[in-house]
């Protein structure tokens, strides 16, 4: 494993997760305000300065269930916390959001009354009233102009997908936000960085790529009525209590660990269409059988930590190409055995929880020996343009800034060192007000190196 710190506190990045709450209008429950437990919270997260902006979004029958029986076992059940509002709420930036309506129609899709956070919703508004402000549609930067010597970014290439023109904006800072596997080819196009070698474990960029790594199951309530259409797809509890550091790992032969959440909420008609062992699969019989248990079930998910490991990278590959002639960015991954440890172990303590409910039929299911993208898992990966504290080690110091390039700061979960049990989202949200103010109260007054090594 090629695990690494973080080159920040949880202290240092506290008030940038809660400015990240606000603009989004997260709904949820608090567990610990400025050092002390609230009840119904999850008792293990970090203190907070202050609690969500939203209270959390209603609850269905099944994740009720879930919370008695995990409570039953002597675990800490608390609703989940979503970027939907329960309430109509105005965000820091001064943009409306509406109250979630429980439709059923928004997982993967828009919002109707734009409860669900998104940055079309939350941030745009406010950026397109600003005079400085121009968004080009329809092009696609294709590389960053680096003087090496110098240091620094002096512009970015990109070419209008219409007219297939090319174009040099010049640019006196860049930020480069182009999701992990974006960021981490646009700098090795570009020379900035050591590219990472596996086999003499030298060079920083394409380093410690992670998965996020997911296993679950469901339940079948002969004569309950769940509904699972109908709800928003965050509605649910979880328990943490088998998350991070939060158990006892001395006999258990594997590092971290995850949540283990019931969710009951969206479920699309066709793909919410899960059967218990042994019912047809084609035919009357299976209509039959989706008629009968489709509203009669709930699902359950457990989300694990990936730690980094020497063999998982990114690179350019040496063959395929894109529209445009650049070499394709190439992953090699497959999931650890300290990775399936730790998922087996989750899927144990949920299938625990599961029984306590007591169900007509269940099943869980652990992840297949080596990695499939099939079926859909998951699309939160991380690492690659990883932070730290050396240049050695890591591509940008602990405010996003590129060690080759001072004017450059790479953002997004592309900065993870190893990816925790959680989705990425909120600490890239936070981290990205960190670095922002960064750029605003210290770069801008006396550009150079944030950090020296």
């Known amino acids: 494993m090629t695990i690494q710190d973080w080159p920040l506190s949880y202290d240092e990045l506290e008030p940038f997760y809660d400015r990240f709450d606000k603009l989004c209008g997260v709904s949820g429950q608090a567990g610990n305000l400025r050092g002390k437990p609230v009840p119904g919270g999850n008792p293990f997260e970090g203190p907070r300065s202050s609690d969500y902006p939203n209270r959390p979004i209603k609850t269905g029958v099944a994740p009720s269930m879930f919370s008695a029986a995990a409570n039953s076992l002597g675990y800490h059940p608390f609703p989940v916390p979503t970027a939907t509002s329960s309430a109509p709420y105005v965000n820091p930036e001064g943009i409306t959001l509406g109250r979630c309506e429980y439709c059923g129609h928004c997982n993967r899709t828009a919002c109707e009354s734009n409860a669900k956070a998104s940055p079309n ?7 397109r009233a600003d005079p400085r402000f121009e968004l080009r549609t329809r092009v696609f930067v294709t590389r960053l102009v680096y003087d090496k010597q110098a240091k620094r970014v ?6 209008d997908m219409k007219t ?4 040099e904006q010049p640019a006196g800072i860049v930020v480069l936000s182009s999701f992990v ?14 590219p990472y070698d596996p086999r003499t474990g030298q060079g920083v960029v394409g380093k410690n790529y992670c998965y996020q790594f997911e296993a679950g199951g469901e339940a079948f309530f002969e004569g309950r009525e769940f509904n699972p259409f109908m709800g928003a797809p965050g509605m649910g509890t979880a328990i943490d209590d088998f998350n991070g550091e939060n158990f006892d790992h001395s006999t258990l032969g594997f590092f971290g660990g995850g949540y283990i959440a019931c969710l009951n909420g969206g479920a699309p008609p066709i793909e919410g269409r899960v059967l218990p062992r042994g019912e047809p699969r084609w035919g009357v019989g299976w209509k039959q059988a989706t008629a009968k248990w489709y509203r009669s079930n709930t699902r359950f998910n457990t989300q694990g930590s990936v730690y980094a490991h020497r063999d998982n990278f990114m690179d350019l590959d040496p063959t395929y190409k894109d529209a445009l002639g650049r070499p394709l960015v190439r992953l090699t991954y497959n999931a650890t055995e300290n990775d399936h440890k730790m998922s087996r172990y989750l899927v144990g303590k949920l299938e625990g929880v599961i029984k306590a409910m007591n169900p007509t039929h269940y099943e869980v299911r652990n992840r297949p020996k080596n990695f499939t993208i099939v079926p859909y898992q998951s699309t939160h990966n991380t690492g690659g343009t990883m932070m730290g504290s ?3 080690t890591s591509v940008v110091n602990r405010y996003l800034q590129a060690w080759d390039a001072h004017n450059l700061f790479v953002q997004g979960a592309s900065v993870f060192p190893q990816q925790h049990g959680y989705n990425p989202t909120g600490t890239l949200g936070a981290l990205a007000y960190w ?16 950090v020296h090594a």
């Open 121 to 127: 919703v939350n941030v745009l508004p406010v950026l």
């Open 154 to 159: 002096t512009g970015v290439v990109y070419t």
């Open 164 to 167: 297939g023109e090319e174009y």
């Open 181 to 194: 596997f974006g960021n981490t080819q646009q700098l090795l196009l570009a020379g900035i960085g050591e």
């Open 390 to 392: 050396d240049p050695k």
């Open 435 to 450: 670095s922002a103010k960064a750029i605003t109260e210290q770069y801008l007054k006396s550009p150079g190196p944030l």
